[in-house]
């Protein structure tokens, strides 16, 4: 079955650095690719995502790359803020569910 | 737009206790996933549903989970007994039938003394 790890497993930068979270996943069948936000004791929320037919994908501060050559995908944070202090999670979309890595905790220092 | 609504959000039992979690999705959403989160993981798929229909429930321990989701919309799933291992946090996630983004509910964070 499909395999995510997700590296660094903690991330701490300065306030205005930039951030880049990695994943790998191992089946080249996966096709969607999503990336969670999850802050203490709340709800994972979906902050942006990519199918396997597109190479990058930006939102504001956040991007996503795709390597499906490689089966690698990235998540770039830019202008870091404290608000972006959270456990970031990746995940690939195969056999109809979504196989999660195992997070990274980033801490945004002011 | 409500989100998809959990409860409860914690609940403290003793082991050999049963327990119970319910979900109500977003509205319109067929698909319903439930998920375990252990401290410091990733969501682990338990069941997913379409529709009444359990789609997929090879990682649930049926020896003593269960779920259902009777009419379609929302769903129960029940640990009993309940063992200390099974200290985590219980999530529900729903999305529209055959589209992949998930929106997950808060949680039920379950202790079990």
């Known amino acids: 079955g499909e395999n995510v790890e997700q590296h660094p497993s903690t991330l701490s930068v300065q306030e205005g650095d930039s951030a880049v979270i990695k994943c790998t996943y191992s089946?080249?069948?996966?096709?969607?690719f999503p990336w969670y936000k999850q802050e203490l004791g709340k709800r994972p929320q979906l902050i942006i995502d990519?199918?396997?037919?597109?190479g990058e994908k930006k939102d504001q501060r956040i991007a996503v790359t795709l390597n499906k050559t490689a089966k690698h995908f990235s998540l770039h944070i830019t202008e870091t803020q404290p608000e972006d202090s959270a456990v970031y999670f990746c995940?690939?979309?195969?056999?109809?569910?979504?196989?999660f890595g195992t997070g990274t905790r980033l801490q945004v220092f002011p | 737009e409500a989100g998809v609504v959990q409860s409860p959000r914690y609940k403290i039992i003793e082991k050999k206790q049963p327990v119970a979690f319910w979900c109500n999705p977003i509205?319109?959403?067929?698909?319903l996933y439930w998920y375990l989160q252990n401290l410091g993981q990733g969501p682990e798929l338990l069941i997913r549903?379409?529709?009444?229909?359990?789609?997929?429930d090879s990682q649930l321990p049926k020896d003593r989970f269960s779920a259902e989701r009777l009419k379609g919309v929302d769903s129960t799933l029940k640990i009993q007994p309940a063992e200390l291992g099974d200290s985590a946090v219980y999530l529900c996630?729903?999305?529209?039938?055959?589209?992949?983004?998930?929106?997950f509910g808060p949680g039920t964070r379950l202790l079990v003394l």
């Open positions: 996630a729903s999305s529209l039938a055959g589209v992949e983004t998930q929106y």
């Open positions: 089946d080249s069948a996966s096709n969607y």
């Open positions: 990519i199918r396997s037919n597109v």
């Open positions: 995940a690939a979309y195969n056999t109809d569910k979504l196989i």
């Open positions: 509205s319109g959403h067929n698909t």
């Open positions: 549903y379409e529709n009444e229909e359990a789609v997929d």
